[in-house]
């Protein structure tokens, strides 16, 4: 296990929960004495990361015997928010016991691992029943001008859909709120002669699994499932495209694995730090968060400034059958941090700061129309430091896959030419 | 599974309690009236439980609204856990969030007194785009000022200082086993006495009445000091928000010096309203001509239904 020094700033935007583990440690001394050689320490906190990105501290107290006498382990939430799935605490726990087995005497890591495995599977190391919606596949059949064949990935228990189409390095196209992978189809054809077009879809939109509970999603757990994503598709070289939530999703993922990216295409997006919105962000947050459900197909129809088919506007809605699965969809303009001390706003800040040490070439698309992300261009061209000029989208607007697809993509395409394929 | 209530509670509280879990505990809470109408939830504070909202739940109803009564975590129906850390103002928000993302409420309205106004607050301005109103009774939303009885060690700091509270509060159960009924204007009858009590008489049920005072703010560095402030920073996000005080001028834990701040931090607020013949359990001594007051403020803000 990889121990950190978390921030003073970090620390104070979560809350301890410290019954996760209380442990008197007298009655195996030989264990005390292995945890404070591997902390290094018999009285303090050491922290670590999780798989699941959530923060853990092991606190370790003496109280006079001159080796640790007790342990307790701290899980760190966001301050003011429910605490994550039990599931994903039970996990990292078990990760934990691991870990003490591996550097305490007399304790079979194996033994530990088919116990957590197998035992603990009785009190639910996954989700429980009922907790994750998938959409009927019927829901997407006849989809216009989008005849890719899905395929799947299994990320923590859920599944994760994708499409590809062309060959060669891969350009990876993220969509955002409230849409899915159909939102690329004009600009999946033109760009698979150049590369392999690879479009997923997000956990809790288009064809992937979607949980119900609203806890399981935050701005890391979708940054999280995209790493994995990669991660399972070995993905190398890629050319990133992101709209809308797309941005910050992909961008965080990229500052945590930049070695796997070659360039970025940034369009109507960025990467909120917890400061400045538009006007008509708010005004777009305010709405979703006080409606109980999205008319998804009325809203990227009203939005587009391309007149959309029936069948088009049916192809955005048909992820969602009802309300039950849109806990993702309600909940993205919420997961957009606004404040400085808002979940995610925090990780940004460390995300920005490695984007600016990045050498790789950006391409900034701004649509004239979108009055969402008006701001955000001139913040995403002092993100990085090889960023070219801005191309500006006329005649087009938040979704300007939809408006404008092929010139976008027409764009890229002699962006990506001009800077050496 | 919560513990089921006693016989002699039923005539005066016969609501069914319901559960979930809000992290890893289980909270109890009680849902009555119209599913589609406007959500109030109403807050108790130290030491007391929905129970104090009686008077409160059969008017809001008639009147069209859904009323909710959640137990904090430590206090009456809920969990007891035993863990200080579990009881802090930003354990009880998170808490309360819980129960607002779970039960899925859109435009909700918060009423709070004593803890229920900082812990209700403090979670709706995690949640401020789903707020539809609040009516605050006898609390605060800030650290810059304290009055008289907070900073004073006769009775209240001596009460749960350090080792010495645990003895007042846990083996005497100063406030667990006499609060409400000590200070009633309307003089409580036993019963009703016991109704407050007896949701801590399992031993070591009663970590909560000890954290929540040694929660209150009074100097930088106390804990729960930053996540007062944080609440007291935020209150410029609820100008577009109506609300209304309503008060007891004669509680000594509160008295209106605290309504004048908070009218300060909050200048389009209504009120505050003064209801005299009640300290600071107001709800159980003026309970239905407070909660007539809420509902007349309500007919004129907001729709009945959310």
Redesign the interface.
């Known amino acids: 296990m990889k121990f950190i020094t978390p921030s003073a700033e970090e620390l ?1 935007l979560l ?5 996760l583990i209380e442990q008197e440690l007298d009655c195996r001394p030989e264990v005390a004495e292995a945890l404070e050689k591997a902390v290094g320490f018999r009285a303090g906190r050491a922290y670590w990361r999780s798989a699941h990105d959530h923060l853990y501290a092991l606190e370790l107290a003496d109280l006079g015997r001159g080796r640790p006498s007790q342990a307790r382990v701290f899980g760190h ?1 966001d ?5 994550p799935p ?1 599931h994903e605490i039970r996990l990292d726990l078990v990760d934990f016991c691991l870990w003490v087995a591996e550097v305490s005497p007399g304790v079979d890591p194996q033994l530990v691992d088919r116990l957590a495995r197998t035992g603990l599977n009785a009190v639910g190391l996954s989700r429980p029943p009922g907790a994750v919606m998938r959409t009927p596949e019927e829901r997407f059949s006849n989809l216009p001008d989008y005849p890719y064949e899905p395929r799947y990935v299994e990320i923590e228990g859920l599944r994760m859909a994708y499409v590809e189409h062309g060959a060669g390095d891969p350009i990876l196209m993220l969509h955002g709120e409230p849409t899915w992978g159909f939102l690329y189809r004009r600009m999946i054809p033109p760009l698979a002669e150049v590369g392999r077009a690879v479009v997923p879809d997000m956990i809790g939109f288009g064809r992937s699994d979607k949980p119900v ?3 399981e999603y935050s701005f890391k757990s979708h940054v999280r499932w995209m790493r994995a994503f990669i991660k399972a598709l070995d993905l190398r070289r890629i050319t990133l495209i992101c709209q809308d939530w797309g941005g910050p999703i992909g961008l965080r993922t990229l500052a945590d694995m930049p070695e796997r990216f070659s360039r970025a295409v940034v369009m109507n997006t960025g990467i909120p730090d917890g400061s400045g919105f538009s006007q008509a962000f708010m005004a777009w ?2 709405f ?5 459900e999205l008319d998804v197909a009325q809203l990227v129809r009203g939005t587009s400034r391309r007149k959309l088919t029936d069948a088009e506007a049916a192809a955005y809605g048909a992820p969602f059958p009802s309300r039950d699965y849109q806990a993702g969809a309600l909940l993205f303009p ?1 997961l957009v941090p606004i ?1 400085l ?1 808002h979940p995610g706003a925090y990780d940004d800040r460390v995300a920005i700061r490695t984007l600016k040490t990045l050498n790789l070439p950006v391409l900034p698309v701004f649509a004239a129309g979108d009055a969402i992300t008006r701001d955000a261009e001139a913040v995403v061209r002092s993100m990085f430091k090889n960023v070219s000029p801005t191309v500006t989208i006329q005649n087009a607007g938040h979704f300007i896959q939809e408006d404008a697809g092929e010139e976008v993509a027409g764009h890229i395409r002699r962006w990506m030419e001009a800077a050496g394929g | 599974m919560l513990r089921p209530k006693p016989n002699w509670l039923k005539s005066m509280f016969p609501w069914e309690q319901k559960s979930l879990q ?3 505990r289980t909270m109890a809470y009680i849902d009555e009236g119209d599913p589609q109408g406007r959500p109030v939830l109403l807050l108790s504070g130290n030491p007391t439980w929905g129970f104090l909202y009686r008077d409160f739940i059969p008017i809001l109803t008639e009147a069209g609204y859904r009323a909710i009564a959640p137990d904090w975590i430590g206090a009456g129906y809920s969990d007891h ?1 035993r ?1 200080d ?2 009881l802090t103002l ?2 009880h ?3 309360l ?2 129960l607002l ?2 039960l ?1 409420l ?2 909700f309205v918060i009423v709070g007194q004593d803890w229920g106004g900082p812990q209700g607050i ?2 709706a ?3 401020v ?2 707020l539809a109103a609040a009516v605050l009774m006898n609390t605060w939303l800030y650290t810059d000022y304290v009055g008289q009885f907070h900073a004073s060690p006769i009775p209240w700091t001596t009460w749960h200082a350090p080792i010495i509270g645990q003895y007042f509060q846990k083996l005497v159960k100063v406030l667990s086993h006499r609060g409400p009924t000590v200070t009633s204007k309307r003089g409580i009858t036993e019963i009703e006495g016991l109704a407050y009590h007896h949701v801590f008489d399992e031993p070591e049920s009663d970590s909560v009445v000890l954290t929540w005072p040694r929660t209150i703010p009074l100097r930088e560095g106390d804990r729960g000091f ?2 007062m402030a ?1 609440i007291q920073r ?1 209150l410029p996000e609820l100008a577009g928000v109506p609300i209304l005080l309503l008060w007891a001028p004669e509680d000594i834990v509160f008295p209106i010096e605290y309504a004048r701040r908070l009218k300060e931090l909050l200048p389009h607020a209504e009120g505050p309203i003064e209801f005299n013949n009640a300290a600071h359990f107001l709800q159980d001594d003026r309970g239905p001509d407070l909660a007539r007051a809420i509902v007349d403020f309500l007919k004129n803000k907001v729709e009945v239904k959310s």
Request: net charge positive; aromatic share 4%; proline share 7%.
């Open positions: 104070s809350r301890p929960d410290p019954v939430w301050r003011f928010e429910p605490r039990e509970q609203d806890n947050r305010r979703s968060q006080q409606s109980s919420r404040r001390d | 809000v992290n890893g856990p863990e850390s579990a930003a354990h928000i998170a808490d969030v819980s993302d779970q899925r859109c435009g403090g979670a301005l995690q949640r785009e789903r930053a996540d944080a935020r």
